[in-house]
């Protein structure tokens, strides 16, 4: 599709309702003018700008004002630096630039109030209190700048310039942050209208007839708004169990715009039909040849679509161990995607997306009542072998995990878990890991014991794996850990590596049959920019969590061999395939990356898509805390879990 799209720049010395026109436009690319180092006005206007023009105005008030504010202080910035500066013009100016930005704050708070997300609503909320003291501030200050306009130079002039820049530098900034923490809400707001949705699904159970006409049976087989119930078969009619076998694989997909579908669809009732008449020779011709013709239809093209989006072989139970700041929210997408389109059955907690951070895992107080063995568990917990063994035993499932390399996890979650905040750390995030690392024996023992702050801190892969589960912060048994690291080894069936996360995922479609489209992910949760680890810092803090560090090394090098024995050539070429896929599938989701401030203040990405996208996309998108809430809400209603698979499937690329 090539899209229609002028390109302009904004006139600064257009009037002010013109430039409105200008920027509100979404048939128009507007051009900003890129501001001097010199110019900090000029600077957050443009950021701002930048910032704004990633989503449309229309329909959207809160963006439509946010776009007048840019070119409005590019204005006052040329205003208070000529000098045939204008008194009536900059405070006219600024007035406009207030009245706007309450515009912002007025529909900001609104999606505040509806955003049901407390951290979210919290975060907007915050942010938002400073616009009317902002706004009211520029206006005096305005004041007092136009007052001295014709005695630039003086003291007096530079104080009101000073304190207009700061005033105005302030106010940009602040709406900049005001759309980013808006735009998160409202995202939030279309999932949650999405999962209300799924809750309310609308399908017609039926039986099929198997002594109706073929015409008849057709209409009925392709009518995506009904789940067919074919007759179970006998132990000894092969016939019948073929057709009962296909007409579960077809239900899978919608019939309406694929025609293999629709074909594949008509086949086993007339099959039944067969098995019922099998001694009417007439009626098997009949059969035949409109099987015959119904083959013809599938063309080449045809049968490649069905060897990428068929069901995948007998797939296994599923154990996953989710740990912290590791990527896990990716991989647990990619479960929750299976097990939403396959009629898995998730074990997910009864309150939340954990079960528990700090106490042993135990289903009967964690979690939420299942009424049939569970197929998976996949969120956060503290590992009791023992007791998971009981819901998903060895015999018929997977063990699986993902870990990071400790230098990098360390810094990520004692920024994440308020560990630095406990400690009244100052500097970046990785300038506060390097001061704990550095001052480890005296800080540690500040922290409250028994706490999340401190488990950040500490060998929590060690805390949260083995049997001895203690977090101390200073295991230095290591003979105990390397008996430990024994165990795990023979528990866990594929230990994922964070940096290798393509390849691991790879080996797991290997062990279990998962198709190409079905381990196609869009990354969830991920960082701005890595940081830079020193050397220093990476030994230092390898040194003090010798028990993680000895873990992660030991599921690294088991992880290499595995792709040594898969083949190395083999592998670069199907990670080349998988980055492949997952450009298409951004591409078909008109995925757009967006980041927020979380209250860490690392900056976390994630890809949006749009409300109009398919249910495939938007399900691909989801968060773990929503995707939880979606599974366990589907899973209380026998009817929807019975439903679902043929209203939302996924639609092969």
């Known amino acids: 599709m090539i899209l229609d799209v002028s390109v302009m720049s904004i006139d600064l010395s257009a009037k002010p309702e013109e430039t409105f026109a200008m920027v509100n436009d979404d048939t128009r690319l507007l051009r900003f003018p890129e501001p001097e180092v010199d110019a900090p006005i000029m600077q957050a206007a443009y950021s701002l700008h930048m910032t704004a023009q990633r989503w449309q105005s229309s329909g959207n008030d809160l963006i439509a004002a946010a776009k007048k504010m840019p070119p409005l202080m590019a204005q006052v910035h040329q205003n208070v630096n000529s000098e045939r500066g204008d008194k009536r013009v900059l405070i006219s100016l ?21 955003c049901q997300d407390r951290s979210l609503r919290q975060a907007l909320q915050q942010i938002i209190a400073k616009i009317p003291t902002l706004s009211t501030q520029l206006k005096i200050v305005s004041t007092v700048k136009a007052s001295m306009i014709g005695r630039q130079g003086t003291k007096e002039d530079d104080e009101a310039t000073e304190a207009l820049v700061w005033n105005a530098e302030n106010l940009m900034k602040c709406i900049e942050e005001t759309v980013g923490a808006a735009m998160s809400a409202s995202i939030r707001l279309e999932q949650e209208d999405f999962i209300h949705k799924c809750e309310h699904i609308d399908v017609s159970v039926m039986s099929i007839d198997l002594s109706a006409k073929p015409e008849e049976t057709f209409a009925m087989v392709n009518d995506d708004t009904r789940l067919l119930r074919f007759p179970e078969p006998e132990v000894d009619a092969p016939i019948m169990q073929a057709a009962y076998s296909l007409h579960m694989t077809a239900q899978r997909w919608q019939s309406s715009g694929n025609d293999l579908i629709a074909a594949a669809k008509k086949m086993p009732p007339l099959m039944a039909q067969v098995h019922q008449n099998v001694k009417c020779r007439c009626i098997c011709l009949l059969i035949l040849l409109t099987l015959c013709l119904l083959i013809y239809k599938i063309s080449l093209d045809d049968f490649k679509t069905i060897q990428q989006s068929k069901s995948s072989p007998i797939f296994p ?49 964690q979690a939420a009542k299942w009424f049939k063995p569970p197929d998976m568990i996949v969120n956060h917990m503290v590992f009791d072998h023992e007791r998971v063994a009981k819901i998903l035993p060895h015999s018929e499932s997977l063990y699986l995990t993902l870990l990071r390399d400790v230098p990098e996890v360390f810094e990520s979650r004692i920024n994440y878990f308020s560990t630095a905040y406990s400690l009244k750390l100052k500097g970046t995030n990785y300038e506060k890991a390097v001061t704990l690392a550095m001052n480890y024996t005296k800080l540690f023992p500040r922290l409250p014991s028994n706490t999340v702050a401190q488990l950040a801190a500490s060998n929590w892969y060690y805390a949260q794996m083995s049997r001895d589960h203690l977090a101390d912060g200073f295991k230095t048994n290591m003979t105990a850990v390397f008996e430990e690291i024994e165990f795990l080894d023979k528990v866990f069936d594929l230990v994922m590596i964070t940096d290798y996360f393509d390849e691991s995922l790879i080996l797991l479609q290997e062990m279990t049959g998962l198709t190409d489209a079905e381990i196609t992910y869009i990354p969830l949760n991920f960082r701005k920019s890595s940081v830079r680890y020193s050397s220093n810092y990476k030994s230092k803090v390898r040194d003090i969590l010798k028990a993680d560090n000895a873990i992660y090394q030991h599921f690294k090098r088991k992880l290499h061999k595995k792709i040594q024995a898969f083949g190395v050539e083999r592998m670069r070429r199907a990670v080349h395939r998988l980055k492949q896929l997952k450009q298409k599938l951004l591409k078909k989701c008109n995925a757009k990356l967006f980041y927020f401030v979380a209250p860490s203040k690392q900056e976390i990405g994630y890809y949006t898509v749009s409300s109009k996208a398919s249910n495939y996309c938007k399900l691909k998108s989801l968060a773990t805390g929503r995707f939880t809430e979606l599974l366990a809400k589907l899973q209380a209603n026998a009817k929807l879990m019975s439903n679902r698979s043929t209203k939302y499937v996924p639609i092969p690329f």
Do not use: C, Q
């Open 94 to 114: 600024t007035k406009l630039i207030s009245s706007t930005a309450m515009e912002v704050y007025e529909e900001a708070s609104v999606i505040a109030k509806k």
């Open 317 to 365: 139970k599923i154990f996953f161990l989710k740990t912290y700041k590791t990527g896990t929210s990716t991989m647990v997408n990619i479960l929750h995607n299976y097990a939403y389109y396959h009629s898995a059955f998730v074990l997910t907690p009864k309150a939340g997306a954990r079960f528990h951070m700090l106490k042993l895992f135990n289903a009967e107080d």
